[in-house]
């Protein structure tokens, strides 16, 4: 495996009131990271606060309030914080994000910073381009479409900056709507305006997913099925009924269906009810029909797949890589496949597991943490 430069890297990461940790910092080299340790020592916590710095929620998706360190009780006021700092390209960028204060009757909420200044995701998603891959995710296929949806999104995030401005744009719309339908007034011109927008950015918002997914079956296809891991074939149900990225059609969708909404309590039709489906092309079977092994190994070849084509679309920097527990269940053959397209696509990638020596075939391209009682201890 030759070693190549990693074009984009976090070189520091600092926690304050997150999860398990109280203060930590972390500084690294331009490299794939390892962290092992027992289970309960706070390397998925790690991971989850860089997940932050990227558009929704993390790879837990958790309420901002759940993050909050509960034990022993943090300082009063001293809310839940992570910062990074970026090496890329074109320089250096100090990244933030963090719950701030609000009334005890108002909903929780964080913000993102950017140098200092505050910042939208979409800002941050263009600069800081973020996959992952967590055990939870081992039954995506055989749960509810919204995981889906959700992997799909982050897929699209690091191919069209614009889509997690557009994601936002039709959720706000989408919720501002539904309390009108549900609280009233129903104020007919309120209700075309905030129907106009969510049609505007749905029908962006589809055409994203739809063109991200043409894009990677592409890819797929290229990859084929002479590697470790499996080609496989993505589809989509847009979730408006066929109508696909016409914001007109979904308009009209949105207005003949507000009384059915109102009495629902819920939006019945448009892309915030869509689902990724995928099939394994080589036993020519549905992905919820494979064996566990079988869905774990397609999704990491839909991620390496997506992590090529950002790596290609952005002049060489490939996004990065979070892979917790990615190596203890996957074979030998399987395990170094995986390491070797991780330097082939000079990735920083963060990898966690309970046994280091899972992760030996990385050699040198690695740096290596032992994480215990929330300290990070070199183990090169």
């Not at 897929?155 to 009108?180: K, M, S």
């Not at 309970?354 to 992760?359: A, P, Q």
């Amino acid at each position: 495996m030759p070693a190549k430069e990693i074009a984009l890297a976090l070189t520091r990461l600092s926690l304050a009131n997150f999860r398990s940790y109280e203060a930590a910092e972390l500084r690294v080299e331009a490299k794939p990271v390892v962290l092992a340790g027992a289970n309960g020592t706070g390397k998925t916590n790690l991971l989850e606060a860089i997940s932050l710095l990227s558009p929704g929620r993390g790879l837990r998706g958790a309420k901002l309030s759940e993050i909050q360190r509960k034990a022993p009780e943090p300082l009063e006021g001293s809310l839940w914080a992570v910062s990074a700092t970026l090496s890329r390209p074109d320089g250096q960028w100090e990244i933030g994000t963090g719950l701030v204060p609000t009334a005890p009757e108002a909903r929780e909420r964080r913000v993102l910073h950017l140098n200092g200044a505050p910042a939208d995701s979409a800002d941050i998603a263009e600069l800081l381009p973020v996959l992952w891959l967590t055990p939870a995710m081992d039954r995506l296929f055989l749960e509810g479409a919204s995981g889906r949806r959700r992997f799909l999104d982050r897929l699209v995030f690091g191919l069209d900056a614009a889509h997690a401005r557009n994601v936002v744009r039709y959720e706000r719309a989408q919720r501002d709507r539904l309390r009108v339908l549900t609280e009233g007034p129903r104020d007919a011109a309120w209700l075309d305006g905030l129907e106009e927008t969510m049609a505007a950015e749905g029908a962006a918002v589809t055409q994203a997913r739809a063109l991200a997914i043409e894009k990677l079956n592409g890819e797929l296809a290229t990859r084929g099925s002479v590697g470790a891991f499996p080609c496989a074939h993505l589809s989509l149900d847009d979730g408006c009924n066929g109508i696909g990225p016409d914001a007109m059609k979904l308009q009209a969708a949105l207005a003949s269906s507000r009384v059915r909404d109102g009495e629902a309590g819920r939006t019945t039709v448009g892309p915030h009810l869509a689902d990724l489906l995928v099939r394994h092309t080589g036993k020519r079977a549905d992905a919820r029909d494979c064996s566990t092994g079988e869905q774990k190994a397609l999704l990491i070849s839909i991620v390496l797949a997506n992590a090529w084509l950002q790596r290609r679309k952005n002049d060489g920097v490939a996004p990065l890589l979070l892979l917790d527990e990615i190596a203890a269940h996957l074979d030998v053959k399987r395990r170094a496949a995986l390491f070797e397209e991780i330097v082939s696509l000079s990735a920083q990638a963060w990898m966690t597991g309970t046994d280091m020596s899972l992760f030996e075939p990385l050699g040198p391209h690695a740096s290596r943490f032992s994480v215990v009682s929330g300290k990070f201890v070199r183990a090169d």
